[in-house]
């Protein structure tokens, strides 16, 4: 791919759903007809024009795979139909109406009544759809979502489809299980048909004062009026124009434990100051930095401790729900963690409005996992290709892979919480063929958003210096697992080679953050010798990681894998999913927990 020239598609403004008094949205979560199409006969066949055939009913938000007894749908391949019916409120009247859809993994297509109205590619990103010229208030309407979980090589994440005599089986070379359905709120909401339809923020400190640029988007030549408000209502600033400054004096910042927020009122008026629309945009004041090797947030040294995590649950699969994000951020603050990567796609704008909340960091990251098709085709029994080739990963897949990273900075960009892009989770790295197929997506980012470190996550096999693409990075983020897929049991070996790798990477003076380092643990097996799979070795083997980070200055961050035990795909090298988490899926503390907790609180059992 070297010397192509790469465009990208433009990228997408979706302002999320609120109620503000000019805005008002309405939740269509609940249960909804639900039917596979294994033969991929429902679009011809017309399914959107009426009641879906053999319809069942399925949750929404939910991964659809564990929900039925039914392996045929756990195992599906292919699109999965959802369908409800449902009133736009009467009071909508005369508003724009327009349906967003949080999530819809890995792509899909929606009809109201008859008319096909949004396609998208993509599945942790959200979409919309304008409904104004399709629906009318008070009056009934079905809305209708195919949902596409097939992988290829041109979509992100990666994976294709093989034709076998028993069916259609989907390969794939991420570890964890390829969960599909509507995974977040589906919404239908308003705005003013004169409407905003982009906020974005970037805020600076001098000192005691604190400053937020904001810029402004809209549809037609409305005035703009935004007012910043503080925590208690007050307001602190006050703005006219689609773009300014605004200077906050004596500012309280948002940093690492302490997520305070300030609200940016944003008005549309017209010629008369009559509100025409309006949003609410949460702002963090604070900044971020790479110094050399150091990692800094308000100009201070930041250590990162805390998890690679997933949205995994029993049932739910990657179904967002409240309950079980706030008891996983508990943990967090009962372990000491504080913060964690988005392994290994965008999570749920819920997760991230709380981690802004609690002041939790965040590296954000996009879907593009299993881009190295080498290495971990052994482990999943897909080897033999070649990761960057014109059959397989290539320049239509990094256009997909641009359009996501453009989504996640569009969605992601106003949060506190994020200090880091990480655009890919483990690629092949090593090669010519990474090094161009990367070269243009780091140039897009920081095109995209130069306020923020950007970075990518290496695998172990591109070990220093081997790695061709570690050079576009502001940050480097390591995977390594010394004493668990190398040197396996051997705990003082695995501590020297670990060593002298990592003071190789410390010659190239960036931050380092080690996002994966762990062991597989079968909770409660015990073991007096510390052997692979027990307790006492997953708390031995962090021991030994921790000794190596803690003689290497540029090691700034320590994040687990992984916060909890997640569902794989089947095979014989995993057992009931992937164990090393330090809590089991059910989040019950493993030994480890306990040994982590001390470590960053310095708490005791």
């Given at each position: 791919m070297a010397g192509t020239r790469t465009t990208f598609e433009e990228d997408v403004e979706v302002l999320?759903?609120?109620?503000?008094?000019?805005?008002?949205?309405?939740?269509?979560?609940?249960?909804?007809?639900?039917?596979?199409?294994?033969?991929?006969?429902?679009?011809?066949?017309?399914?959107f024009a009426g009641p879906l055939p053999g319809g069942r009913q399925m949750a929404v938000p939910a991964s659809y795979n564990d929900i039925s007894t039914d392996p045929a749908v756990r195992d599906h391949v292919g699109v999965a139909w959802y369908q409800l019916t449902t009133f736009a409120p009467r009071g909508w009247d005369?508003?724009?109406?327009?349906?967003?859809?949080?999530?819809?993994?890995?792509?899909?297509?929606?009809?109201?009544?008859?008319?096909?109205?949004?396609?998208?590619?993509?599945?942790?990103?959200?979409?919309?759809?304008?409904?104004?010229?399709?629906?009318?208030?008070?009056?009934?309407?079905?809305?209708?979502?195919?949902?596409?979980?097939?992988?290829?090589?041109?979509?992100?994440?990666?994976?294709?489809?093989?034709?076998?005599?028993?069916?259609?089986?989907?390969?794939?070379?991420?570890?964890?299980?390829?969960?599909?359905?509507?995974h977040r709120t589906v919404w239908l909401h308003t705005t003013g048909r004169e409407h905003l339809t982009d906020v974005t923020v970037v805020t600076g400190l001098d000192g005691a004062t604190g400053s937020v640029d904001y810029a402004v988007e809209s549809t037609g030549g409305a005035r703009v009026a935004v007012t910043l408000l503080d925590a208690d209502g007050r307001a602190v600033a006050r703005g006219d124009g689609a773009r300014g400054t605004l200077v906050v004096p004596d500012v309280h910042r948002w940093a690492p434990g302490d997520g305070y927020l300030y609200d940016l009122d944003v008005q549309l008026l017209d010629r008369r100051g009559e509100l025409l629309d309006r949003y609410h945009q949460s702002v963090g004041i604070r900044t971020v930095a790479v110094d050399g090797n150091r990692f800094l947030i308000n100009g201070e040294p930041f250590y990162f401790t805390g998890f690679g995590m997933h949205e995994d649950h029993a049932v739910l699969g990657k179904g967002h729900n409240d309950a079980l994000m706030l008891h996983d951020f508990e943990l967090l603050e009962w372990i000491g963690a504080n913060s964690f990567r988005t392994s290994h796609y965008p999570y749920s704008q819920d997760v991230l409005d709380y981690a802004d909340r609690r002041g939790i960091v965040v590296i954000d990251e996009t879907a593009a996992v299993g881009l190295n098709m080498n290495v971990t085709g052994g482990m999943f029994g897909?080897?033999?290709?070649?990761?960057?080739?014109?059959?397989?990963?290539?320049?239509?897949?990094?256009?997909?892979?641009?359009?996501?990273?453009r989504e996640l900075i569009a969605r992601d960009k106003n949060h506190p919480s994020v200090v880091l892009w990480s655009i890919a989770n483990e690629p092949e790295s090593e090669s010519e063929g990474g090094e161009d197929y990367f070269r243009p997506l780091f140039a897009l980012t920081r095109e995209l958003d130069p306020t923020r470190p950007?970075?990518?996550?290496?695998?172990?096999?591109?070990?220093?210096?081997?790695?061709?693409?570690?050079?576009?990075?502001?940050?480097?983020?390591?995977?390594?697992?010394?004493?668990?897929?190398?040197?396996?049991?051997?705990?003082?070996?695995?501590?020297?080679?670990?060593?002298?790798?990592?003071?190789?990477?410390?010659?190239?003076?960036k931050p380092i953050i080690i996002t994966e380092y762990g062991a597989d643990t079968y909770p409660g097996l015990r073991s007096l010798t510390a052997e692979p799979w027990s307790e006492e070795y997953q708390t031995a083997y962090l021991e030994m990681n921790h000794r190596v980070f803690d003689r290497i200055d540029a090691v700034v961050g320590e994040q687990v894998w992984n916060f909890a035990d997640f569902t794989t795909t089947s095979g014989i090298v995993r057992v009931g999913g992937n164990k090393k988490g330090v809590f089991t899926r059910d989040r019950q503390p493993k030994a480890a927990a306990y040994a982590l907790r001390e470590r960053w609180t310095g708490k005791r059992p």
């Open positions: 999320r759903p609120q109620d503000n008094g000019s805005r008002e949205r309405k939740s269509l979560n609940g249960l909804w007809s639900f039917a596979l199409d294994p033969d991929g006969v429902g679009r011809t066949d017309r399914w005369g508003q724009r109406i327009v349906l967003n859809v949080e999530a819809a993994t890995h792509r899909a297509t929606i009809w109201v009544d008859d008319v096909e109205v949004a396609s998208h590619e993509g599945g942790y990103t959200p979409f919309e759809a304008d409904l104004t010229d399709h629906v009318t208030a008070g009056q009934q309407s079905r809305i209708t979502i195919a949902v596409d979980n097939t992988l290829t090589y041109q979509s992100i994440p990666p994976g294709f489809v093989e034709d076998t005599p028993q069916g259609k089986r989907q390969k794939y070379w991420h570890d964890f299980f390829n969960y599909a359905g509507l897909v080897q033999g290709r070649p990761t960057y080739s014109a059959e397989t990963v290539n320049d239509e897949t990094r256009e997909v892979h641009a359009q996501a990273i950007v970075g990518f996550v290496n695998m172990m096999m591109a070990y220093y210096p081997t790695c061709r693409v570690s050079q576009f990075a502001d940050v480097l983020m390591l995977n390594r697992y010394y004493g668990w897929y190398v040197a396996t049991g051997d705990l003082a070996a695995a501590e020297a080679m670990w060593e002298q790798e990592l003071r190789g990477w410390a010659t190239e003076n």
